[in-house]
């Protein structure tokens, strides 16, 4: 049974990120947990345009990012990595996207195994952080169309960055996670700042 | 006859497109297949703007690129390059652009027959493309004021790249199309962000 | 007497440019000619922001560039461009923008006359051009804020350039013109595009 | 007790600075000056998203930077600083934005004291400037996370640029103000822009 309240919530921040263009021609997806025991995300389905999103177009996914309901819409290809970031976190809402910045930044940093952000008031944004001397790393992961290895992947780096609030996927775009879906969207403005800062520094 | 479903749904994609700045200064044309055999388009006609598009400014085209209507408004001077499309792809829909990333690119790799696109998460957005690997050959055609040479052209072209999803005539713009107005939509936006991607790598 | 329909049309159009960035912190300004014998302008006032125009903010002028009514709020302090243009062109409209990519190559090709744009299929939006081989040749005047002088110098640029559609003042902005209201507005869709093109040139 | 006009009136430019970009992640805040004796400000609250306020995110704080009502939201961290540059200027309203452009250069100038802006237009939208031909310092601080400390720089700087209409933090952002919440809001849009120019000139 999908919640309606989540569902919502997501329409508009679908709404919100289309507008600054961060999930054009039907990227990123989203994931709101609605359950912990057993585990439960309200998640974007596959294919749907972020920015025409309905009510229709969230579907209830279990520990295995499966759909719940024999008849439901496909949620997301990357539902696993969803699965893996709210266990290995303990997050709320789950955040994908496709931008410009983050594509560009991945690719440019792409040899190395991750992208380090220090200096900017904006890091404070970032939860916990309160000082503009944190020192943010961004894990870069090497894109793959073979989820399940991804998703073992991306276990191991949140093992190793403890402290990250985020990860890049190599060429891919960004993911990012809160303790609600406001805390979240938070992230993903932040991170979506600070990576266009960092990409136009000379 | 006009469909007034197709006219309805080029009204919102020119308000979308003109809101991201594709169709600026009456620019770009759309069409969508409303009859096959015998072959009709509704298409936008010539000087409208797209972002104040209503459906008045979408007048039927036959298989020749003129009005069917005899007091019809004469449709986009470009709209024997849709019917070439349509022929050769058998698609629903093609779309036209005039971004700043299409003209740019266009112009910068115009010496060359087109530009190659690889790597990226967001060409599988792109009809039938299932990994970032896929290598997207996206062929640039010399502009032209004579529109039945060009549109020869692009047959040829099309001919060549039978996998190609897209165009770009040089200095002017992008020409995309899919089996549904949806799907050309989303072609445009994917093409125009791995446009502005590769235009702004270093 | 203010003619309300082009008020109303103006505040449209302040609208459309202040979502673009053209018109920021009450810069720029706009007027339509509602009668050639004696000439008269509706013209923007002094301050008002476009983005926020009312029909309150636009003022009736004369052909010296000074309100008509004796209790009329101020029109914009660059009313005598506005008349020197609708003089020398015969036009029913002109409007003038303060955007990024004007002030940006009036300054970089400040210590030329103007700045030659050619070879894009944009071009063909400026009345009368047919192909995207015309050469435009856009002409840049020194910045003053002696405007009967300015006024002087923009007549005879008029006079030396008559196949021009528009100009930039130095670091000020851009000035374009047309038969209609609705012709100015797409000449300056068109000279902002093809300057962010020229100016994103390498 | 909290007027509940300026709230209103902070709300509205909220929107507007988040349409640009200028306050994403909870990012800025805004005060109005709602009386003198004793000294009261509107301003909003710590941790509300400047796109998304309501009145309720508007508090009343005094002349200590401490909110009036004992059971008050809590009030921006930075409100000590709208409190020095009520005091030094007699301003009616401050506003601070997190742009790109104000990151980028208060980090590309940061090691010199600060900016001179000089021979655009766009400088007379700044009070009291009448000539392109100003020239406008704008004082960057070190960013620093005590705000006692760092109102005392402020007030320094104030003493030491009598002229000047705003300041940026490092890597923060900028601070600007103006005799009412109008006036302190074009000072954004200006500086915004003219920050815009000088990052992307060559």
Redesign the interface.
């Known amino acids: 049974m999908r919640s309606p309240a989540p569902a919502a919530a997501l329409v508009e921040v679908g709404r919100r990120f289309n507008s ?2 961060w999930v ?4 990123g997806n989203f994931s709101v947990v609605v359950s912990r025991e057993p585990l439960r995300l309200a998640m974007t389905r596959s294919g749907a ?1 972020k920015g025409m999103l309905t009510a229709e177009d969230v579907v209830d996914v279990d520990g295995s990012g499966s759909a719940v309901a024999a008849r439901a819409a496909r949620p997301s290809a990357e539902a696993l990595l969803h699965v893996e970031i709210v266990r290995a976190r303990g997050s709320g809402a789950v955040l994908h996207t ?1 931008s ?1 910045w983050s ?2 930044l991945s ?2 940093h792409g040899e190395s195994d991750g992208l380090a952000i220090s ?4 890091l404070k ?1 970032l939860n916990g952080v ?3 001397e944190h020192r943010e790393w961004l894990p870069i992961l090497e ?1 793959d ?1 073979d989820i399940p290895r991804l998703a073992r992947q991306v276990r191991h780096v949140l093992d190793q960055h403890p402290a990250c609030h985020g990860f890049l ?1 190599r ?3 960004l993911y990012t996670w809160g303790a609600t879906l ?1 805390e979240a969207e ?2 993903v ?2 991170f ?2 600070l990576l ?2 960092v990409g ?3």
Chains 1, 2, 3, 4 share one sequence.
Do not use: C, K, W
């Not at 054009?24 to 990227?27: M, R, V």
């Open positions: 600054r263009g054009l021609g039907t990227s345009h496709h410009l594509t560009l690719d440019r200096g900017f008031e904006m944004g309160t000082t503009h894109n169309q996927l060429r891919h775009g406001d938070r992230h403005e932040i979506e700042f266009e800062v136009r520094r000379p």
